[in-house]
């Protein structure tokens, strides 16, 4: 029967090599908390650890190699979604504008007041003069 040192005292095959295994199980386990924390994916999807061992024994059976391979399966970011309202000019320009919840001018609740959305102006025609537009 083969015997690591450290495993005939009751410690860890996991422990060896300054506990790096568990350092990097550790490290995965921040990403996946990381992840849990992120307001940006969804709160209930699960998140996995993956800890894969590979043994591969030498022909003559008396050693072999240990690979240990760590890494983590995390929620996927949400897609964004913005309300968008367009418009277009007289000109035949379009502006593009955050949909809002309050009208602007209206108060907040510190006592200040809720400013209007950015406006995006588009041109009609991108790169070159207007009909109308003086060279």
């Known amino acids: ?7 005939k005292e009751g410690k ?3 422990l060896l090599k300054n506990e790096a295994i568990l350092a990097a199980v550790d490290e995965e386990l921040i990403k996946v908390l990381n992840n849990i924390e992120d307001t940006k994916t969804d709160a209930t999807k699960k998140r996995r650890i993956r800890i894969d ?26 897609a964004l979604q913005i309300s ?15 949909e809002m919840e309050e009208a602007p001018g209206q108060s907040d609740i ?15 025609q991108i790169g070159g003069p207007r009909p109308g537009d003086q060279a």
């Open 84 to 98: 968008l309202d367009l418009s277009k000019t007289a000109e035949g320009d379009y502006t593009i504008q955050e």
């Open 110 to 124: 510190f006592g200040g007041e809720i400013e209007g959305p950015d406006i995006a102006f588009v041109p009609r």
């Open 12 to 14: 860890s095959i996991l």
């Open 1 to 7: 029967m083969l015997y690591i040192n450290n495993l």
């Open 53 to 78: 061992l590979s043994i591969e024994p030498a022909a003559s059976r008396d050693s072999f190699e240990l690979s240990a391979d760590i890494g983590s399966q995390l929620a996927p970011k949400n």
